[in-house]
């Protein structure tokens, strides 16, 4: 059997494509991450063209989803922007200087708000958490949080993910 019909095979046999029962590491172009039991990797590009920016320059995207509604994205040097969230956590270098520690988490608000102040309720489903670092020459910007639910939601994993991030 070629490669590419092994690979289609693999594709259909149960539990394929299922986040994984255990943490994995993942080696990405500036850092490493290590997703918590139940995340994968869902998206990865590591030179997103965007018409807004200059056309000589990219940014990273990786997406990490735990198939539940939780999501976990990361922005390496992505242009400046305004962010819009229900909270926004302060990051600081690790002693070591590879790593992130979570220096300060907010309380999520009931409508998400930029940092300028300015805020936007209307209907919505789920809530959005956004940090950012700057660390060895790159600039880092987080994004994650829950699809569909504000109340309930584990925020170990995403604490996980943060503090388990090295970069070179």
């Known amino acids: 059997m070629s490669p590419a019909g092994l690979a289609a095979l693999v594709l259909l046999l149960p539990g394929a494509g299922v986040p994984p ?27 997103v063209r965007d018409p807004q920016v200059p056309p000589d320059y990219c940014y990273g995207l990786y997406r990490f989803e735990d198939g539940q509604g939780r999501w976990f994205q990361v922005l390496v040097d992505y242009p400046p922007t305004e962010a819009s969230a229900h909270a926004y956590w302060t990051l600081a270098p690790t002693p070591e200087g590879d790593g992130i520690a979570i220096a300060a988490e907010e309380p999520l608000r009931r409508c998400p708000m930029t940092l300028a102040g300015d ?18 020459g790159h600039h880092y910007l987080f994004g994650f949080g829950h699809e569909r639910r504000r109340k309930g939601v584990d925020l170990g994993p995403f604490r996980d993910l943060v503090r388990s991030i090295r970069v070179r």
């Open 119 to 136: 805020s936007g309720c209307g209907p919505q489903r789920g809530f959005r958490i956004a940090a950012w670092i700057e660390l060895r």
């Open 21 to 47: 029962a255990r943490p994995v590491e993942h080696e990405l172009p500036s850092f490493r991450i290590t997703a918590p039991a139940g995340f994968r990797l869902s998206e990865r590009n590591d030179c």
